[in-house]
């Protein structure tokens, strides 16, 4: 009877063992998944069983990472799965990940490719365990956004390029212009033909925000000056000049001020200046300039109060000359507004502007 005490002990450490080993067993079993899991969707083999579908599907935009899809499995025995659509017109859904348990629970699979068509998409998961869901394709909306500066002056444009009378434009030849944009989808924007170039820009914001985009310009310019432009995307419009050189050879001269005077730069002007009345070629500003190399010229001013003064031509003797400007356009409303007339093109020497003022009646 001594023994029976050493015997019970050893049978009681035996069975806590068993039960020990039992109890790993079953973590494993549950929670390991280091096998290939056993499962079928809810629904197979037919619909998916509430699947939900995350994301918007537009022909020809791809999927991104919010595109999903949502479903429900049974799973019996835990482990990694690797789960792949069929491709539909275009598009496909994948997925891969770890059971750490049986019973439902769910996966989520994420879409890939660009939608060739529109209407209702079925996509489905093969196999006898597998189902099928259903995804609208639509026609992406246009981009909501307006111009930054509408609708008066574009917010700082950067022009790019030279722009010369007599020659085309290149891909260099560019206007870059900001927006905000509300709505992404895709945009197109495009100003008049002015002096014989237009600008277009087309693409797609992906993004909503401030952003940029770059115009190109084409056609060949035929005067050379300072050209305003209307840039119009839907109902939004705002305006932005190009400066457009004479040809070479190109004058050395400056732009001469007769500081004190009221009209610093002016010898005369000519003409009178009603609102809401056009000018004519009676409408002129004689300026005071200095040469000091014969050339091609191009002086003007910018629009102010719908009134812009210009002349382009060409310097054949050096010394004081007097380019008489001429005004067009119509006076909005009445008052005294002053003009700078610049070179518009090379100026060596400086002397790039000076000021001008005209009364409107």
């Known amino acids: ?74 799973v019996s025995v835990a482990g990694s799965f690797n789960v792949s659509t069929t491709t539909t017109h275009g598009i496909s859904y994948a997925g891969t990940g770890n059971f750490t348990d049986t019973g439902f629970q769910t996966v989520t699979l994420t879409g890939s490719g660009i939608p060739d068509s529109t209407g209702s998409l079925t996509i489905a998961i ?30 700082s444009p950067v022009i790019g390029g030279e722009y010369v009378v007599g020659t085309p434009m290149r891909s260099s030849d560019t206007v870059r212009i900001n927006v905000l944009v509300s709505g992404p989808g895709d945009y197109q924007v495009y100003t008049d033909t002015v002096d014989g170039i237009s600008f277009t820009a087309a693409g797609r914001f992906t993004t909503a925000g401030n952003q940029t985009i770059t115009l190109l310009a084409s056609g060949t310019p035929n005067e050379p000056g ?8 839907g109902a939004s419009q705002c305006t932005f000049t190009v400066d457009v050189l004479n040809t070479a050879p190109y004058a050395t001269y400056v732009l001469e001020s007769n500081f004190g005077d009221p009209n610093p730069c ?91 003022t005209i009364t409107v009646r």
């Open 266 to 356: 002016v010898y005369t002007v000519n003409g009178t200046y009603a609102s809401n009345v056009a000018l004519t070629n009676a409408n002129t500003v004689e300026i005071n300039a200095y040469v000091t190399e014969v050339g091609n010229f191009s002086i003007s001013t910018e629009r102010l109060n719908g009134m812009q003064f210009s002349l382009s031509g060409k310097f054949d003797a050096t010394g004081k000359q007097y380019p008489v400007l001429i005004g067009n356009g119509k006076p909005l409303s009445p008052g005294t507004f002053t003009f700078q007339p610049r070179i518009v093109g090379p100026a060596p020497l400086g002397g790039t502007t000076c000021a001008f």
């Open 1 to 74: 009877m001594k023994g029976f005490p050493g015997i019970l002990r050893m049978a009681l450490f035996a069975t806590g063992c068993l039960l020990l080993l039992v109890t790993c067993v079953k973590e494993y079993s549950y929670e390991g998944g280091k096998g290939t899991a056993s499962y079928s969707f809810s629904g197979a083999p037919d619909a998916c069983t509430g699947a939900v579908v995350a994301g918007n599907y537009y022909k020809g935009v791809p999927l991104t990472a919010v595109n999903t899809v949502t479903a429900t499995v049974y």
């Open 126 to 155: 093969p196999g006898t365990q597998g189902c099928f869901f259903n995804i609208d394709v639509t026609t992406e909306p246009p981009a909501s956004f307006i111009l930054s500066g509408e609708p008066n002056d574009c917010e």
């Open 226 to 233: 300072i050209q305003y432009f209307r840039l119009t995307a």
